[in-house]
């Protein structure tokens, strides 16, 4: 069930965390929004109570630890618990190897997978003081499959797969842990230079982020006892 439940989410000022956020709060979940541009949260925040949702914001880098704890802590604060956390937060740069864009590469290291550590971090003894509590992760079809351009996004969401996989060992009966990877999806994802050709292709099948809404909206709607722990949506068109 998802109505009552509260579901904080990183990466919500756009793309799939914000049509996320849409969805749960219109079938009435609390919800509370964590993204660096807090002019687009403000903005959702308002669409969301508007519609007569309940909704907070809290300005989160993920690079951040304490932007992490602190968004728990806005869930704790003004809506008594936290039910669920979404690490969705997640960029792209798309460029060979040869480039050596290091910089680039520490990014991506630090913000799809130091930052979902860093929100495990945060949540999880708040989950374990509380007894229940869900880890929802967006990895990436690039978490199975590694393609050239994409190798340290790619290597960054396996790591992300991983990690989540020895989570969900470790938390026990209480805990649920679910990592969804969309393939490929419309959103304003990924810089860098991909060759123009690769994204007329990817941009002519990318199916809409609703779909990845409705994958998550899935796994925290089953009851307690049921772990959806992989969910892989995909365009039918993406080989
Ligand atoms: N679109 C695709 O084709 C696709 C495919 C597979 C997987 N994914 C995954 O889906 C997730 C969401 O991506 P999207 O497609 O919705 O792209 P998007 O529209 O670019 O959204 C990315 C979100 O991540 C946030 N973000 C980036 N850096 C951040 C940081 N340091 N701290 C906090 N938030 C940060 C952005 O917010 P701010 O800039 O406001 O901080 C934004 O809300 C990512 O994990 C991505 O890897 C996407």
Redesign the pocket.
Known sequence: MIEGKIVAI????????EVTALLLAERGAKVVL????TD?LEKLAARISEAGGEVAYAA????RPEDLENLVAVARDRFGKLDVLIN?????YVEPLDELQVEHWDEMID??FK?VLYGVAAALPVFRAQGDGQFVT?A???AFKTVPGQTVYSGTKFAVRAFCEGLRQEAGPNLRVTVVS????A???GSGKPDPELKARVDAI?IA?EAMARAITFAIEQPADVDVSEVVVRPTAQA
Not at 182 to 185: A, E, F, I, R, S
């Open positions: 990183t990466g919500a000022s756009s793309g799939i965390g964590g993204a660096r541009r687009l989160t880098d993920v690079r969705n937060a997640g960029i792209a913000v799809n930052g967006v990436s079809t690039a969309p393939g490929m999806t959103t304003n994802f990318a982020p």
